[in-house]
């Protein structure tokens, strides 16, 4: 089935004719399926999990240096975003269990994507009320809950997702969507947050993005429920303790390491450095513009600009090559591609006499095509390595090794360029930190091409289980 015959008839099996897997649909096909108003549903919950993101990081960060707080405790106050890289811990209650009441009313999988959008609503606005000046164990306590019920969205935005999607190509369509969503609220929070704070300060800025959050729990409103086969709920079905938690925590694992036998060591390395060249530079990008010489409406306008432009492009580019020639191909492309454009940000800290608003812009825009390319091929990618039935824990094993290393070294990033600033000017200590994000991409090119030799796509699709024919 084509994903034109996707977009007429979702709730129609994919795989009801031989080989519909691995078909590659025709571009009319692509936007005929595109045109689905489920797509439109998974854009908008992709906005919901995109917002929060950058407001427990980048932008925290933005705030934080304007506020004069020194880039190492800028760097270590990154490890809020720590909590994405323990989602693993409690993913499984997430397929296992239903949330009281709204479990009842939306099913499993949108019980727990609204309940956990709330709490984030909540914890933006009270960060916003709080603020980093006032009490700042407070104010990171407020965040650390923001980005724990972001987390907990994440997992269930990305199980839903997968268990939706009909086959291959449609599950690279729909993460396509899903990070152009998702991304738009990058630009939201990353971009055009700088420009309103510049006018309404940084607290109200917060607290109406904290309300923004309704734009996700509309779309959780307006989605259906899986239809896949899903465990019952454990507290109504099994009493015995001993089986409920290897249920709920092991039997995941092991379908995961089953399937892919010794491979699985390969996958969770690859996936483990994937996005390792992006996470570094996250906490020290918003300082990087401030220590340019840029305010705040000035950097927003370029993020606002250049970086949707980039970002929107990159998903879109990147989604559309993993559906139209395969996920393989584009994974490998994003590998490359992510690592070479942190090297544009080595020009600008050499610029002579500093670079320019287009010049800055230009960077933004190249360095924005490529993480957008690299994000929508990771994610397609993942998301093709998890069997139905347990994907939020088995989604949530995968982000959890993707997140980690990166999110820990990067808590070293600003005291690393402090420590190059004491042999360098400050803007050489930048273009050495920026070569080095560069340098540590290379593993994950390896890694990419490792993991396609081993047809690891194929060996999951051979695993699932297969409609009679």
Same mark, same amino acid.
């Given at each position: 089935?084509?994903?034109?015959?996707?977009?007429?008839? &979702?709730?129609?099996?994919?795989?009801?004719?031989?080989?519909? !897997?691995?078909?590659?649909?025709?571009?009319?096909?692509?936007?005929?399926?595109?045109?689905?108003?489920?797509?439109?549903?998974?854009?908008?919950?992709?906005?919901?999990?995109?917002?929060?993101?950058?407001?427990?990081?980048?932008?925290?960060?933005?705030?934080?240096?304007?506020?004069?707080?020194?880039?190492?405790?800028?760097?270590?106050?990154?490890?809020?975003?720590?909590?994405?890289?323990?989602?693993?811990?409690?993913?499984?209650?997430?397929?296992?269990?239903?949330? $009281?009441?709204?479990?009842?009313?939306?099913?499993?999988? !949108?019980?727990?994507?609204?309940?956990?959008?709330?709490? #984030?609503?909540?914890?933006?606005?009270?960060?916003?009320?709080?603020?980093?000046?006032?009490?700042?164990?407070?104010?990171?306590?407020?965040?650390?809950?923001?980005?724990?019920?972001?987390?907990?969205?994440?997992?269930?935005?990305?199980?839903?997702?997968?268990? %939706?999607?009909?086959?291959?190509?449609?599950?690279?369509?729909?993460?396509?969507?899903? @990070?152009?969503?998702?991304?738009?609220?990058? #630009? %939201?929070?990353?971009?055009?947050?700088?420009?309103?704070?510049?006018?309404?300060?940084?607290?109200?800025?917060?607290?109406?993005?904290?309300?923004?959050?309704?734009?996700?729990?509309?779309?959780?409103?307006?989605?259906?429920?899986?239809?896949?086969?899903?465990? $019952? $709920?454990?507290?109504?079905?099994?009493?015995?303790?001993?089986?409920?938690?290897?249920?709920?925590?092991?039997? $995941?694992?092991?379908?995961?390491?089953?399937?892919?036998?010794?491979?699985?060591?390969? %996958?969770?390395?690859? #996936?483990?450095?994937?996005?390792?060249?992006?996470?570094?530079?996250?906490?020290?990008?918003?300082?990087?513009?401030?220590?340019?010489?840029?305010?705040?409406? @000035?950097?927003?306008?370029?993020?606002?600009?250049?970086?949707?432009?980039?970002?929107?492009?990159?998903?879109?580019?990147?989604?559309?090559?993993?559906?139209?020639?395969?996920?393989?191909?584009?994974?490998?492309?994003?590998?490359?591609?992510? &690592?070479?454009?942190?090297?544009?940000?080595?020009?600008?800290?050499?610029?002579?006499?500093?670079?320019?608003?287009?010049?800055?812009?230009?960077?933004?825009?190249?360095?924005?095509?490529?993480?957008?390319?690299?994000?929508?091929?990771?994610?397609?990618?993942?998301?093709?390595?998890?069997?139905?039935?347990?994907?939020?824990?088995?989604?949530?094993?995968?982000?959890?090794v993707q997140s980690f290393l990166g999110k820990f070294m990067r808590g070293f990033s600003g005291a690393t360029v402090e420590w190059l600033a004491k042999?360098?000017?400050?803007?050489?200590?930048?273009?050495?930190?920026? #070569?080095?994000?560069?340098?540590?991409?290379?593993?994950?090119i390896l890694l990419s091409i490792a993991c396609i030799r081993r047809n690891i796509i194929d060996k999951v699709e051979d695993a699932l289980p297969q409609?009679? @024919?």
């Open positions: 089935m084509s994903s034109a015959d996707i977009a007429r008839n &979702p709730d129609q099996s994919a795989n009801a004719e031989s080989g519909s !897997r691995s078909a590659k649909p025709s571009w009319p096909e692509i936007w005929v399926a595109l045109r689905h108003p489920r797509m439109l549903i998974v854009a908008l919950l992709g906005f919901g999990s995109g917002l929060p993101y950058l407001l427990t990081s980048v932008t925290l960060g933005y705030w934080l240096r304007q506020q004069g707080i020194e880039l190492a405790t800028i760097g270590f106050i990154s490890w809020v975003g720590m909590v994405y890289s323990f989602k693993i811990l409690w993913a499984p209650m997430v397929d296992q269990m239903d949330v $009281p009441i709204l479990g009842r009313l939306l099913g499993r999988r !949108r019980g727990w994507i609204v309940l956990s959008q709330i709490i #984030v609503g909540a914890g933006l606005i009270a960060m916003g009320i709080v603020g980093p000046t006032a009490d700042m164990r407070l104010f990171a306590l407020f965040a650390v809950l923001t980005a724990f019920a972001s987390t907990t969205q994440d997992i269930a935005v990305s199980a839903w997702r997968i268990e %939706i999607a009909e086959n291959r190509s449609d599950m690279a369509l729909l993460a396509a969507v899903f @990070q152009i969503g998702h991304r738009i609220a990058f #630009v %939201i929070a990353d971009a055009l947050i700088l420009i309103a704070a510049a006018f309404i300060g940084w607290s109200l800025s917060y607290v109406v993005l904290g309300f923004t959050m309704a734009i996700g729990l509309l779309g959780a409103l307006f989605a259906r429920e899986p239809v896949s086969t899903l465990p $019952p $709920p454990v507290a109504s079905t099994e009493r015995n303790h001993v089986k409920r938690i290897a249920n709920a925590f092991v039997t $995941p694992f092991l379908t995961f390491f089953k399937i892919h036998g010794k491979s699985a060591a390969v %996958i969770l390395a690859m #996936v483990g450095v994937y996005r390792l060249t992006d996470m570094l530079m996250i906490p020290m990008m918003a300082p990087f513009y401030v220590d340019l010489g840029l305010n705040s409406a @000035q950097i927003g306008a370029i993020r606002g600009t250049f970086g949707m432009v980039g970002t929107i492009g990159g998903v879109a580019l990147g989604g559309l090559i993993a559906v139209r020639w395969g996920l393989e191909r584009t994974l490998i492309a994003g590998s490359i591609v992510a &690592p070479i454009t942190n090297l544009a940000y080595v020009a600008l800290c050499l610029w002579p006499g500093g670079p320019g608003f287009s010049v800055v812009g230009a960077v933004v825009l190249i360095e924005n095509l490529a993480t957008g390319f690299a994000g929508a091929a990771s994610v397609a990618y993942i998301s093709g390595l998890v069997g139905i039935g347990f994907a939020a824990t088995q989604f949530a094993l995968l982000g959890s042999s360098y000017t400050l803007m050489e200590a930048y273009a050495l930190f920026f #070569v080095v994000t560069a340098v540590l991409g290379i593993p994950a409609p009679a @024919q």
